[in-house]
């Protein structure tokens, strides 16, 4: 059984059924959960009457400025203290991320809302004659859906109340992220108390960019997963006494070509966009987990979760899509047992075309490097070879 079979079988838990019986009325209501939490940070861009200039992002906005105002006065004050330094330094990474999704959903905008449309135009034309199917695909992302939501508001609630539960508990002072405001003396209750608020509003502002923008790219990747399953059923309704059967293959040719078309414009929004995601994360991760192994940094435990669920959850996406190479092998088998010898030279030679198609490969990409499990790991692997050169540094 695969881990999707797995997946599938949580349906049965009532925190994850529904009441819809259409396929593409699940999937638009599915849609409209991550825009409305992105619709705090401004990011709402599937919304009809979205507008760029708005007062929620302007407060994004605002979050970053004022980010990038007491950071660099905090390492200032902090520089002949190796400690908060690291702490500060921290903070740097998931600064970055969060900008960098921000510039991705304003710059390709129209990219993203397309990629949604075409997904829904095909919900609409399929919904006809592959309706159990397609109720079956809409479930299984209503169940991850969920599950990525659950643990983000998990995460988000640890990463923005954890140390000030702990403060409260301990009776020392710890802030979730490594600046505080400048001229403000942390160490007193009301300067610690204005520093828990202003860290606390920028983590629902992160956090609400974060979570809806990674589920959109999470319900995107499942799509291009639906499209190539819609491929394999029409291969399959190919028989050689089909009179229309030229009709068939044009039309799986150009679902194939469409399919090409969006798994491209994909690889162009998010590349870029990965490369500076994971060097980021990656430095950031290594300064975390050294200060919590050395300096007894208890809060950093909390963004170290956070930003190994970011890097895990962006690679296992990326390999849902790169399943799509073993998918396109089961595709091409389909492509064999179509009775081609039967067919006429032209309907051949068509079907000869589509599987040349089917032979490209898909995948995403850091630029350079392939974006997968097997990438997570690597990354993994090469953040604790360089935490153990840190610590034998320290202890020498």
Known sequence: MTIMEYIQRLERFKFFQHSYKNPSEFYTSLIEIPNKVARVAG??????????????????????????????????????????????????GIGIQGVMKMVTFL??????????????????EESHNHKQVLMEQVSLLNIMTRIIITSY????????????????????????????????????????????????????????ENLGADVLHFMTMMSSRTQVDMLMIKLRGIKSSDLDIRDKLKEIIRRHQEHLEFVGTVEMIYRSFFFVIFSTLGATLCLSLYAVAT????????????????????????????TKVITMDELQQEIYKVPWYQLSISDQKSLRIVLEATQQPVCLTLIFYPLNMPTFVDVMKTIYSYLTLLLTFSKA
């Open 43 to 92: 990011l709402n861009i599937f919304s009809k009457d979205y507008k760029v200039f708005s007062w929620n992002l302007a407060c994004l906005l605002t979050v970053f400025v004022v980010y990038g105002i007491v950071t660099p006065f905090t390492i200032y004050e902090v520089r002949h203290n190796v400690d908060d330094l690291i702490y500060c330094l921290v903070t740097v």
């Open 107 to 124: 710059v390709y905008r129209k990219e993203l809302i397309w990629t949604q449309e075409y997904t829904q135009k095909i919900y609409q």
């Open 153 to 208: 508001i998990y995460l988000g609630f640890l990463l923005a109340m954890g140390p000030f539960l702990y403060s409260l508990m301990a009776g020392k002072k710890a802030l979730s992220f490594g600046f505080w405001i400048p001229y403000l003396d942390r160490f007193s209750w009301p300067g610690y108390l204005c520093n828990v608020v202003m860290q606390v509003i920028m983590t629902l502002f992160i956090c609400s």
């Open 295 to 322: 300096l007894g940094w208890v809060a950093g435990s909390i963004p170290c979760m956070f930003i190994i669920y970011e890097m895990f959850v962006y690679c296992f996406l990326a390999t849902i899509l790169e």
